[in-house]
């Protein structure tokens, strides 16, 4: 693998994606805080992902998408309280969705999962990315339970190692995504973070506000 990490030139989506597609794990900025991506489908890479962040392999990684067709993708069964989820003002953006997915047709990188967190970013870089390579693992950029640095060279005095390729630039904010749980009815938010209470109250869907643990982070 090709290591890009040093490299100073300015990295376009195509970079990533190379870096990526060989199994790499990418530091970059989201449109909430720093976040580690890698292909779901590249095992070593997800391996190496975990280690960075001494993150327990118990604890699911949350998947990002550029749209709503790859949501069917991953075998999410559809429900009124996703469909309007996917429907508000806060997607594409920093809610991330919980759901239920269908065994029979979820990806082979999910077999075994009952349910996903996912999220579609208001993010021009990652929306390239994810349009050209399709779904990815992305994690807060952090060691597991430590609060996320604000700049990549603090990512990297936190993490265990380096990643393949560290992309600069500036967060969309200081706090991870809210989660909003649609696999119960009504739906529950397990975490408030870049969307508040008060913002989510201006949708319609019917919701309950609890601090859960949460398996999922970013």
Request: aromatic share 4%.
């Amino acid at each position: 693998m090709t290591n890009l990490a040093a490299s100073k030139s300015p990295l376009t989506p195509s970079d990533i994606v190379a870096c990526l597609r060989t199994g790499g794990v990418v530091l970059l900025p989201t449109d909430t805080v720093f976040g580690l991506a890698v292909m779901p489908t590249k095992a070593e890479g997800v391996d190496r992902l975990y280690a960075l962040k001494a993150r327990p392999r118990a604890k699911a990684l949350p998947i990002m998408l550029a749209n709503a067709t790859q949501v069917a993708e991953l075998g999410v069964i559809m429900s009124p309280a996703i469909e309007q989820a996917l429907n508000c003002p806060f997607v594409p953006g920093a809610l991330t969705i919980a759901a239920p997915i269908d065994p029979r047709n979820c990806p082979d990188w999910l077999q075994g999962r009952e349910e996903v967190a996912f999220r579609i970013p208001n993010s021009a870089l990652l929306l390239d990315v994810l349009t050209q390579i399709g779904p990815l693992l992305v994690t807060s950029a952090n060691l597991a339970g430590a609060p996320t640095p604000s700049t990549a060279p603090g990512v990297l005095e936190q993490l265990t190692g380096r990643p393949d390729l560290v992309v600069e630039g500036k967060t969309g904010a200081d706090v991870a995504s809210t989660l909003v749980n649609c696999s119960y009815s009504p739906a529950v938010i397990e975490r408030i973070g870049a969307v508040s209470v008060a913002e989510l109250s201006q949708w319609s869907v019917s919701y309950t506000h609890l601090t859960l643990p949460t398996i999922y982070s970013v």
